[in-house]
């Protein structure tokens, strides 16, 4: 084809104005929204419905909670319930909308493309924050507007009133976004660019949490009151409302309220003072966020992200170099026969281990899927502490054993899928099969262990266990948790996938599930066994009164004489019961945890292959 | 005398207390490749966010077609283009709808840019698959849209970070064909490489930095004498300059073995 180029232009075409630009890049983010729409799988949409559904009821079931609650208000009470929504609903806002905005203002790809055009920088910005603004808007509707209606419609609030809802509205979600973004400019100058996607799957972990949290207060104040009434929380608390007046959630109930009782001109006198207070802040952020970017304060992707740097000594690092090179080359020249060095089995173990646990010590997005199991277990805690009873204690120790089983064999599931795209390196050292297994084994064991460990001593003494139950919970423990993380590491070789954009993806859902099921398995079978060593008061009296079964050629006969040669030895002496015990326990957790170990190795050696996916399409090498 | 396209007065950029680039002075006129050569680190990329208004300077000042990039910045990027080293595109566009966002962005006229993005992607051989969504490319096939989009605008001046990264032979090549062509119509060609053969072929001048310093600039010839050896490649003179000839001996040594 002939070489078509067109001659460079002398001088630059006429200028466009702000909207002009403005519609020009909404306009693209509309039409990647529509593409990604468009490529989407449909069980993504199946998945969406579902959720769209469980939200829905939730709503529903919360706004009638809200509805009944409102209606049993006093209208100054009111007021203060509607701060208080507001208040909720602004926190809320920042939270999220740092996300979004750390996610559209930082990690967003096209920033380097958009800067580089000659479009001003204002009006990026201004884009990139309606797409803040619209992840903004869920929350904002219903924590803003949605309570606003329902005044509304309880108190039969004239048709102007809506329009103070609109605009406190307006201006209650235009605040949090714009709050939403000067924090993260802060958020911005603390992470370096290669560290953003850490941030964002934390920012996401504790969004997690919070929601949870969320989903746990109606439950909590209906367990301690035995009912949920606001209102009654608010009736002796004037001053709190008075001070509230005083923030722009105040202002928000204040125009509201006004609109109720009629006062629709200073309703619009709060509701203005509010948008033009989010108006300041959206300038502020604005201007903060292109001198940032401008002056490097904030990078956008690479070099240190204004960091600074520590300066080392020019001709030093030269002459360190070139004396290791000199070493190295020179050790070549001398070695040149002895081709195969003699590795250690150990060394190669640790080697596997230590890059493993340096991960986990250096990405903060390990951190977190430890802190989210400790964090729901912290809820059994605090459940107990409230909820003290004999009974408890043995619930609670049950379940952080069982926790410490499903914790374990879901870190372990990891194991494989951390090494991401770098799974040829531990494929093609000759390292394969139990120096690389026993390595992952120790890595995920570990940490886990050592947490676990921490969690169910301390439990235990604080709700007073005995020391030498204690001492046994704790042995158990280890042993539980090694069993568990092979049964994990096996799943985790055989099924282990990475997504470059969700790098905590890291396993096939359906063995992840598959595992939680062996694992179940595995607890079973080892709860049969240690009856024998503990054999439970009330099993053992049920057993005496059964009567001798006798054998008969049919599947129930098979199954109750099974069972009842099963149980025989619970009636033996103590010291064969225990015997037998001690063999069947340990022989099963050996079947259990070498079985799998055993089979990971067998795989490992053959070689492992970490499944690349994407959201998007595999890219063609 | 051609006219000076990119200038740069006493530039420099520091974090913190670090000098990343510094005290640099350049002159890039028009019709001419300039090759911007220096080890690792040695601040090329940090010049080249500098000259594309990506970053501020910390010190001195920039002019793209007399334009100075920090008080005239939509002027003087109207006239330039930017192709860095890793193709960041929108994934979800395909390649011809990203051509045509490439063209509105720099108001090329509709009709026009039209015709350009279809001659463009036919000489990029991405005509095929120029519906496609850019997340199925490949990145050579990347690389060439952002090229495409970086030729649709006609500008005066283009920046290029490593470009043949990734380029098959024959996208290499008519890479350096498309550059030469832009010199030769009156563009300034900027281009940054490792690749010293490209830069002894292809560059009219060259400049080499080094801890962000230019230690030397001008064209092969003139570096070969201001080197002092004869008929010296443009690599032997930049390992002479950025000090690593240890290395190149020691390689040279063991590859006689």
């Known amino acids: ?621 | 005398m051609e006219r000076v396209l990119i200038r740069t007065n006493r530039l420099t950029k520091r974090y913190g207390s670090v000098p990343v680039v510094n005290d640099l002075n350049l002159e890039v006129r028009s019709g001419e490749i300039f090759g911007f050569l220096g080890p690792n680190g040695a601040g090329k990329t940090t010049t080249i966010k500098m000259l594309t208004g990506l970053l501020d300077p910390s010190e001195g000042e920039i002019s793209i077609c007399d334009y100075d990039i920090r008080r005239q910045p939509t002027q003087a990027k109207a006239l330039m283009a930017y192709v860095p080293d890793q193709p960041k595109l929108y994934n979800k566009l395909s390649a011809r709808e990203f051509l045509h966002l490439i063209s509105a962005l720099y108001r090329v006229p509709k009709g026009i840019a039209k015709e350009r993005a279809e001659q463009l992607l036919g000489m990029f051989g991405l005509m095929e698959r120029a519906d496609e969504l850019l997340e199925g490319y490949s990145h050579g096939m990347r690389q060439k849209v952002v090229l495409a989009g970086a030729l649709i605008h006609q500008p005066k001046v283009i920046l290029l970070d490593e470009p043949t990264v990734g380029l098959d032979p024959a996208s290499a090549r008519l890479l350096k064909d498309i550059l030469q062509e832009m010199a030769r119509q009156g563009a300034a060609v900027f281009v940054s490489t490792h690749i010293l053969e490209i830069a002894e072929r292809m560059c009219h001048r060259v400049g080499i930095l080094k801890d962000g310093m230019l230690i030397a600039q001008g064209s092969p010839e003139e570096l070969r004498q201001k080197v002092g050896h004869g008929g010296e490649s443009l690599e032997d003179i930049f390992l002479e300059l950025t000090g690593v000839r240890e290395n190149a001996e020691l390689i040279k040594s063991l590859e006689e073995e």
């Open chain 1, 1 to 621: 084809m002939k070489m078509i180029i067109p001659p460079p232009l002398d001088t630059p075409p006429a200028e466009k104005s702000f909207v002009q630009d403005f519609v020009l890049l909404l306009t693209n983010q509309l039409r990647v929204t529509l593409n990604t729409l468009k490529h989407q799988r449909k069980r993504t949409f199946i998945g969406m419905g579902i959720l769209m559904i469980v939200f829905l009821s939730f709503l529903i079931s919360m706004g009638a909670i809200s509805y009944g609650m409102l209606k049993s208000m006093q209208p100054e009470t009111v007021q203060g319930f509607l701060s208080l929504f507001f208040l909720v609903g602004l926190a809320s806002q920042i939270f999220f909308g740092l996300t979004a905005a750390f996610a559209a203002l930082y990690m967003s790809e096209d920033l380097e493309l958009l800067f580089m055009a000659p479009v001003p920088l204002r009006v990026v910005f201004a884009v990139k924050t309606v797409s803040v603004l619209v992840s903004n808007l869920l929350v904002a509707f219903l924590f803003v507007f949605l309570p606003g209606v329902f005044c509304g419609l309880l108190f039969e609030a004239k048709a102007s009133y809506y329009l103070l809802v609109f605009l406190s509205g307006c201006g209650l979600w235009l605040s949090g976004t714009a709050l939403a973004e000067l924090l993260n400019l802060l958020v911005m100058r603390i992470v370096p660019p290669h560290r953003s996607k850490e941030a964002v799957g934390l920012m996401g972990g504790l969004a997690g949490v919070l929601i949870a949290l969320v989903f746990q207060i109606p439950g909590m104040m209906l367990g301690s009151q035995g009912n949920l009434d606001i209102g009654t929380m608010l009736a002796g608390k004037e001053q709190l409302i008075h001070v509230m007046n005083f923030f722009p959630w105040g202002w928000g109930s204040l125009a509201l309220t006004s609109g109720i009782t009629d006062s629709f001109a200073t309703g619009l006198g709060w509701s203005l003072l509010i948008l033009i207070f989010s108006a300041f802040l959206f300038l502020i952020a604005l201007i903060l966020l292109e001198r940032g970017f401008r002056q490097g304060f904030i990078s956008i992707s690479q070099g240190d992200g204004g960091r600074r740097r520590k300066k080392r000594s020019v001709s030093s690092v030269d002459t360190t170099n070139r004396q290791q090179e000199k070493i190295f080359f020179g050790t070549v020249g001398q070695e040149q026969e002895a081709v195969v060095l003699p590795a250690s089995t150990w060394a190669g173990m640790w080697a596997v281990a230590k890059k493993d646990l340096l991960t986990l010590k250096r990405d903060t997005r390990e951190w977190f899927s430890y802190l989210i199991p400790l964090i729901i277990m912290a809820f059994f805690v605090v459940q107990f502490l409230f909820n003290a009873s004999a009974s408890s204690v043995s619930s609670l120790v049950m379940v952080l054993i069982m926790y410490t089983i499903m914790f374990s064999g879901n870190l372990a599931l990891q194991a494989f899928g951390r090494e991401g795209e770098s799974d040829w390196l531990l494929n093609s050292v000759p390292l394969a099969g139990w120096p690389v297994v026993w390595g992952k084994l120790t890595a995920a064991v570990l940490p886990t262990l050592l947490l676990m460990e921490a969690l169910l001593v301390g439990t235990s003494l604080a709700v007073g266990v005995s020391t030498s139950l204690t001492l046994i919970l704790a042995l158990a423990a280890i042993f539980l948790s090694l069993g568990s993380s092979a049964i994990g590491l096996y799943y985790s070789i055989k099924n282990c996938r990475y997504n470059p954009d969700k790098p905590q993806m890291r396993i096939s859902p359906s063995a992840s599930l598959m595992m939680y099921l062996i694992n179940f398995c595995f607890i079973l079978i080892l709860g049969l066994s240690l009856c024998y060593l503990f054999p439970p008061a009330e099993l053992v009296s049920a057993l005496r009164m059964l009567p001798s079964v006798t054998f008969e050629w049919n599947v129930q006969s098979g199954l109750l004489s099974g069972l009842y040669f099963l149980s025989r030895p619970l009636f033996w002496p103590a010291l064969f019961r225990i015997s037998l015990g001690i063999l069947l326990t340990g022989g099963l957790w050996s079947l259990i945890f070498f079985g799998f170990m055993a089979a990971t190795v067998r795989q490992s050696r053959k070689g492992f292959r970490v499944e690349l996916v994407t959201t998007s399409k595999n890219r063609l090498g």
